[in-house]
């Protein structure tokens, strides 16, 4: 890969290997939502450079656009067009005369949801984060239900309330119900959760009737981002028989601002850990090279990391998922949104939620500022990060997803 | 309310009092959807018969569009004028000689999904349907959940895959497995099963953040249509523990074609079956008049009348599913639909799914053709129609929302 022109501060995760895309306006233009990629500490406005450059009608088309629907819905030839040319332009002396007007110092922008979601899935395909809910939610029955290991567990979340990163988290209210109580309580949750995931966006969808194999994963992703499905484990509790989670998990689910191009992870994939039960044919991932993502995520609560959860641990990876949501004939939209379930390693400080962090609030977590929590109180900021391999020993950012408790209305 | 100058068959449910409105195309303009309007064997161009009276310009501009989104998102108060001014124009003779020329004969449509669903939320509501379930599928304990009575259960299903009625279903594939299997197996749907349900249309939107009370139903509600929930029960009892159902319903659900205006249902409101356990403020709807609904439905399996699902008894009414729905926060969009879940009576001819009727397979339902049915077959046609009280004794129709049985493919 060519080095770019665009200064980078020391270890950016935005380097020349990543151009995440995303969405912004400015303070000057609020009402103008763009095309955005991020390189170091600046914004390319990419509608804007494309016709700096003349790029063809394809790239401007898909760039100069209000939205990444247009270039989300292309598909991956145009995917991999439209990136090979920024990467040009970033890249050309001879075009940084014309370039460089359209990089904005990435303070001066504001990042919008990179994205309009259709259909959110959120999975469940973490062995460790499953096995230790299990414990806390069904004790003294095997923690995985027996379907766990032949197919990733998932279900529908509300696409209506996925918010971008730095949305404040109003702390919903419900029907609560301890395990001691006769009869449920209606009130603010009093164990509000958080969940460290991965969200995969899919761009070019897929017919009604018709299978997404797993060797068509990359056709259809067009990018990754950071995932925090905020939940109201009391509310989920209580409600979650026989039909899921509903209302404990659907006030809000934020997202982080850019989609790292599934393209930018090639250095990232791994092998998934060793499954003990054979997969049925059309989730067999051992014949062709696997979907496992060496993403190094961290949680920080109010400035503390509290967990470092291992992407590459979890069972079922990302095209695997893929496969199974639509081998029933469900048909793929652009912008349907899925997520990896939490992620939690072996390790306590691997977990991604509180409620394995702190055993469901029997194991406080002790704080360096001297506080403790069990769960997350008003004020609290939540902010998930990650990191991931690049070629040639670079790491790629995936920036992060932050969002602030503010208390029940 | 006037008489229209539209010839009305007898027992037509598209009367005056009904004006349901859908989105068409014809044969000579495939790709220009627009509003229709149902009135006895025709359907409204209200677009254009905006323009041919000299409309307002609200008015016109929601009705002379592509879609309902217009008209939907507008709010209630919009929602009462453009009905006032429809009835006035099939009511008044001085404009009917402005209005006829845009009435189309309804055989001469083609029937469009009337909206695009935003989130898509599936309810359980009916006691006798719970009950059931519980115990085919948890046979030996409590058939209804502690939580039965405390709140409407429901859960997200799949947006995109919501398509309108006559559609194909195509039998999905999936994992099954048995008690008596020691593995899932792999293949198509053995036990292929509908649900006879009422869905409920958004229109106007809400803030993140802000409940949706009972008595602000109607403030947000725009109408009501049929739904069918493709149910494949093999996949179902494999994966729906402990997150709920998907594979086993997201491949397809489908919608009637006209949305019946709110409005129109005074005459249709009747109080819920007498509740055993007292609801929490926020879903006791004794105060007010409560949001029950007295549409008499019919299932027909090829032509044949296999039942007759009683709304009226409904535990949960949609106002309450509504208020829950919304009492944690969670926003509302124009186009979100949310359905009853299945509608069954007390009574075996009153069940509004194929696994209750036949009990799972082990009673067949034998048709006046010598056939006999546990689940769908390929080939079958799936019919769901229903009435409703409307003023002076009249009944307002919903149409139908059907389908066919296509082979795995």
């Known amino acids: 890969m060519p080095s770019t022109w665009v200064p980078l501060p020391t270890d950016s995760g935005y380097g020349i290997d990543n151009l995440p895309y995303g969405v912004f306006t400015t303070d000057h233009e609020p009402d103008r939502p763009r095309v955005g990629v991020a390189i170091g500490d ?74 309009e979601p259709a259909d959110y899935v ?47 988290i109003v702390r919903p209210s419900g029907q609560r119900k301890a395990p001691t109580d006769a009869v449920p309580s209606f009130g603010p949750t009093r164990r509000l959760d958080i969940e460290a995931e991965v969200g995969f966006v899919v761009g070019a ?10 060797g068509d994963f990359a056709d ?16 989920q509790a209580w409600e979650y028989v026989p039909l899921g989670p509903f209302l404990g998990k659907s006030f809000a689910t934020s997202v982080s601002p850019w989609i790292v191009p599934l393209e930018a992870l090639d250095a990232a994939r791994v092998a998934p850990p060793a499954r003990d039960v054979e997969p049925l044919p059309y989730l067999d991932d051992r014949a062709a090279e ?89 004020g609290d900021e939540v902010t998930i990060t990650a990191t991931a391999p690049g070629p040639n020993g670079t790491r790629l950012g995936f920036g992060e997803v932050s969002g602030r408790i503010v208390a029940a209305r």
């Open 42 to 115: 600046f914004v390319l406005d990419a509608g804007a450079a494309a016709h700096a450059v003349g790029a063809t009608p394809e790239v401007s088309a898909v760039l100069d656009a209000p939205s990444l629907t247009g270039l989300m819905a292309a598909g991956r030839p145009t995917w991999r067009g439209v990136r090979a040319a920024i990467t040009t332009w970033l890249t050309d002396p001879g075009l940084r005369a014309s370039v460089e007007p359209h990089l904005i110092p990435r303070r001066d922008v504001v990042l919008r949801l990179p994205f």
């Open 122 to 168: 959120d999975f469940y395909a973490s062995e460790h984060h499953a096995t230790n809910l299990g414990r806390i939610f069904r004790p003294g029955t095997e923690p995985l239900s027996p379907n766990w290991k032949h197919l990733p567990i998932g279900y529908h979340g509300r696409a209506g309330t996925v918010v971008v990163s730095h949305t404040p």
């Open 205 to 214: 969808g897929s017919e009604l009737g018709t299978p997404v194999g797993l």
């Open 220 to 235: 259809h992703v067009f990018g990754v981002c950071l995932l925090n499905d905020w939940s109201a484990r009391d509310i």
């Open 290 to 378: 696997p979907w496992g993502l060496d993403l190094s995520m961290e949680v920080r609560l109010n400035g503390h990391v509290i967990s470092r959860p291992p992407f590459a641990s979890m069972y079922w990876t990302a095209a695997q998922q893929l496969a199974h949501m639509t081998v029933n004939g469900a048909s793929l939209r652009p912008g349907d949104l899925f997520a990896s379930g939490t992620v939690s390693g072996p390790e306590v400080g691997e977990r991604g939620a509180l409620i394995e962090i702190t055993w469901n609030g029997e194991n406080p977590l002790k704080l360096p500022d001297g506080s403790s929590r069990t769960y997350l109180e008003d």
